[in-house]
């Protein structure tokens, strides 16, 4: 994704809460986001909101120069 992180962040926004698990199941295959897997591991879901961030995280983390935040809102 080389999208400019203002794009990125709209972009990631506006998937649904399934369109970001199944975009996170992809690219972390040892990750868990299922609510299955989720509930069974942790007791709980994965929300919309931390599915944005964990994805947008991902993708930020591999730019040069990125500082951690989402929005003013550091995540990192």
């Known amino acids: 994704m080389t999208l ?3 794009r990125l962040l ?3 926004r506006a998937m649904s ?4 698990i199944d975009w996170l199941s992809w690219n972390d ?3 868990i986001y ?9 007791g709980n879901l994965m929300t919309k ?3 944005e961030e ?3 995280r991902q993708i930020m ?10 929005d003013s809102k550091q995540i990192y």
Request: aromatic residues 8%; negative net charge.
């Open 54 to 56: 964990i994805m947008f």
């Open 17 to 20: 809460r399934e369109q970001l």
């Open 29 to 31: 295959r040892n990750g």
């Open 49 to 51: 909101e931390e599915g």
């Open 34 to 42: 299922r609510d299955e897997d989720s509930l069974a591991e942790f």
């Open 10 to 12: 709209t972009e990631v």
């Open 61 to 70: 983390s591999e730019r040069d120069g990125w500082d951690g935040r989402m």
């Open 4 to 6: 400019p992180e203002d």
